[in-house]
Nanobody, 114 residues
Framework: QVRLVESGGDLVQAGGSLRLSCTAS????????MAWYRQVPGKQREMVAT???????NYADFVKGRFTISKDNAKNMIYLQMNALESEDTGVYYC????????WGQGTQVTVSS
């Protein structure tokens, strides 16, 4: 059974930083495509960053070099380092895995105050 558990969401001031973590079980982050998505108020869920099975990384345009996705194969975890946070980044951030189908975590709330 695949399970993804996010942590690290918090209330932070604009310009601040957060690091989100996702602990995976039932799936290996080393051999599957992993990603971070977010859902901000009034918008559909959108991709933030993806780390593809072969190691290729893609970011949404709105990241603008502020976020970094990474993974630790030994711990079976992925991370999202977010710097220079803006109020528009406020939302629920979800860990995602794709292997034959999509799997989602429960989400972690990020709130950026201006």
């Amino acid at each position: 059974q695949v399970r993804l558990v996010e942590s690290g969401g918090d209330l932070v001031q604009a310009g601040g930083s957060l690091r989100l973590s996702c602990t995976a079980s039932g799936i290996l982050v080393s051999s599957n495509t992993m990603a971070w998505y977010r859902q901000v108020p009034g918008k559909q869920r959108e991709m933030v960053a993806t780390i593809i099975r072969g190691g290729t990384i893609n970011y949404a345009d709105f990241v603008k070099g502020r976020f970094t996705i990474s993974k630790d194969n030994a711990k079976n975890m992925i991370y999202l380092q977010m710097n220079a946070l803006e109020s528009e980044d406020t939302g629920v951030y979800y860990c995602n895995a794709f292997t034959q189908r999509f799997y989602w975590g429960q989400g972690t709330q990020v709130t950026v105050s201006s």
